[in-house]
């Protein structure tokens, strides 16, 4: 940046995604992930940062701040979104798009929220961000969009799931 400009900031949570699953990691040499190389060597590589074994506990810890058992996240059951289930992170909790914003920033988020839908006030342009395209829930079908589950009393259920709140 310019001097005196602020840095652009990007920040990355991947789910799913396994040690040697990264070009750099990658000792048989399988793995080819050249844009994520170049932003590797010009960024911060958080290679310590250790996450549960499923997703929305690390999100919530990146985005308050606050490990997950302190905003109730320490279990599969806290963010599983469905219909008839009432869910998310409480308005009480800062987000990052919020603490980014106060510095001066324009904020994106990007892909899956994950962190609860219960009304709008939970959703990603309430919680500090200024734009946000993505799925709210987990699980989502990346190409028709669809969320395909069993709800209360294993009932069948599909939904569409893709906001664009720009």
């Not at 919530?60 to 490990?67: A, E, H, K, V």
């Not at 919680?127 to 829930?137: A, F, K, P």
């Not at 709800?151 to 664009?164: C, E, I, R, S, V």
């Amino acid at each position: 940046p310019a001097k005196g400009a602020q840095p652009h900031i990007m920040f990355m949570l991947v789910d799913d995604l396994g040690w040697n699953d990264m070009e750099w990691h990658d000792e048989f040499g399988q793995i080819q992930s050249p844009k994520l190389n170049e932003l590797r060597k010009t960024g911060v590589t958080l290679d310590r940062y250790y996450v549960y074994r499923f997703c929305s506990p690390s999100r919530s810890t990146f985005q308050s701040g606050r490990y997950p058992w302190h905003v109730g996240q320490q279990t599969t059951q806290n963010l599983n979104p469905m219909p008839g289930v009432a869910c998310g992170i409480d308005l009480k909790y800062k987000f990052m798009g919020d603490v980014m914003k106060s510095a001066g920033y324009t904020t994106w988020a990007l892909g899956k929220w994950h962190l609860g839908f219960l009304s709008n006030e939970y959703t990603p342009t309430y919680r500090g961000y200024d734009h946000y395209v993505g799925y709210y829930s987990g699980a989502e079908e990346h190409f028709s969009h669809e969320k395909v589950g069993y709800g209360p009393g294993q009932h069948a259920y599909t939904f569409y799931d893709l906001a664009n709140n720009t």
